[in-house]
T-cell receptor, first 112, second 114 residues
Framework: GDSVTQMEGPVTLSEEAFLTINCTYT??????LFWYVQYPGEGLQLLLK?????DKGSNKGFEATYRKETTSFHLEKGSVQVSDSAVYFC???????????FGTGTRLQVFP | DGGITQSPKYLFRKEGQNVTLSCEQN?????MYWYRQDPGQGLRLIYY???????QKGDIAEGYSVSREKKESFPLTVTSAQKNPTAFYLC?????????????FGSGTRLTVV
């Protein structure tokens, strides 16, 4: 079945460092891909998405490009802030089901 | 403002008791979902409903039950048959016709069995 694999955390960075969180997927057809963020004690918020190959999703300085040839959707940010500390989830869904399948999440800790 | 309300935020249950988690949305979304979150396991789908009076099992439905009598409400009952109910429970809703994956999540209920 469909699945999402994320790099294990925690990822620990100093403020203003470059961030990459890897995400690869297994799916039939052409899924849509998402990054969600979860701040402590809260639900998930959609961070960005891409619905077809080569699309780039971006929001709040974060970016991810839908790479069908490598089945990847890596999350990047050029300069992280302490306020970016959270858990980041990669997910996919097929349009006709609208069910989200999540990766295990990656915790990001940013220190001043 | 529209959104999803989950209550209570924290819930304690004695072993052998059933407990019901509330989820209400005022977004006029047709679809609603319940996920369970455990450390290191991400989110797993318990039940989902795409329309009133209809719902389907997700990946880990055993020991849980739901109802969908109103569009706005999708309560989850954790029964005594659920062997390891301590977890963080998240409710979500979506409007599939608006495009894929446009989920709105509630802020969650943390259930602890004591």
């Amino acid at each position: 079945g469909d699945s999402v694999t994320q790099m294990e955390g925690p990822v620990t960075l100093s403020e203003e460092a470059f961030l990459t969180i890897n995400c690869t997927y297994t799916a039939t057809g052409y899924p849509s891909l998402f990054w969600y963020v979860q701040y402590p004690g809260e639900g998930l918020q959609l961070l960005l998405k891409a619905t077809k190959a080569d699309d780039k999703g971006s929001n709040k300085g974060f970016e991810a490009t839908y790479r069908k040839e490598t089945t990847s959707f890596h999350l990047e940010k050029g300069s992280v802030q302490v306020s970016d500390s959270a858990v980041y989830f990669c997910a996919l869904t097929h349009y006709n089901t609208d069910k989200l399948i999540f990766g295990t999440g990656t915790r990001l800790q940013v220190f001043p | 403002d529209g959104g999803i309300t989950q209550s209570p935020k924290y819930l304690f249950r004695k072993e052998g008791q059933n407990v019901t988690l509330s989820c209400e949305q005022n977004l006029n979304h047709d679809a609603m979902y319940w996920y369970r979150q455990d450390p290191g396991q991400g989110l797993r789908l318990i039940y989902y409903s795409q329309i009133v009076n209809d719902f389907q099992k997700g990946d880990i439905a055993e020991g849980y039950s739901v109802s969908r009598e109103k569009k706005e409400s999708f309560p989850l009952t954790v029964t005594s048959a659920q062997k390891n109910p301590t977890a963080f429970y998240l409710c979500a809703s979506s409007r599939p016709e608006a495009g894929p994956g446009g989920y709105t999540f509630g802020s969650g209920t943390r259930l602890t069995v004591v």
